[in-house]
Nanobody
């Protein structure tokens, strides 16, 4: 069974940066994909960035130009670099992985698979 652990959350002032990491174990397939989600209280979950089964990086329009996602060469760790943070980026951030990856745009379709426990990001104005 896949196990995911997120690290790197915290509190920053607006304009600051944070890097979140998600380390996974227990994978069976190499053709896996990842998504970083976030959810603020009272709001729907939002997919902000992902790595496709082919290793391509996708970023949602809402964070384009500020967030960057990357995967290490072992394909067991993904990082989310978040720059120029804003108060509306405040949320619980979750890492999720499909093993193997399904079909369709991973930032749009329903994402099945495994999820970490989440890490809180708080941005103050």
């Amino acid at each position: 069974q896949v196990h995911l652990v997120e690290t790197g959350g915290g509190s920053v002032e607006a304009g600051g940066s944070l890097t979140l990491s998600c380390t996974g174990s227990g994978f069976t397939y190499s053709a896996r994909c990842w998504v970083w989600f976030r959810q603020a209280p009272g709001q729907e979950r939002e997919a902000v960035a992902g790595i496709t089964r082919d290793g391509a990086a996708l970023v949602a329009d809402s964070v384009q130009g500020r967030f960057t996602i990357s995967q290490d060469t072992s394909k067991t760790r993904v990082s989310l670099q978040m720059n120029n943070l804003r108060p509306d980026d405040t949320a619980m951030y979750y890492c999720a992985a499909e093993d193997p990856c399904g079909v369709g745009n991973i930032l749009i379709r329903t994402f099945h698979g495994y999820r970490g426990q989440g890490t809180q990001v708080t941005v103050s104005s």
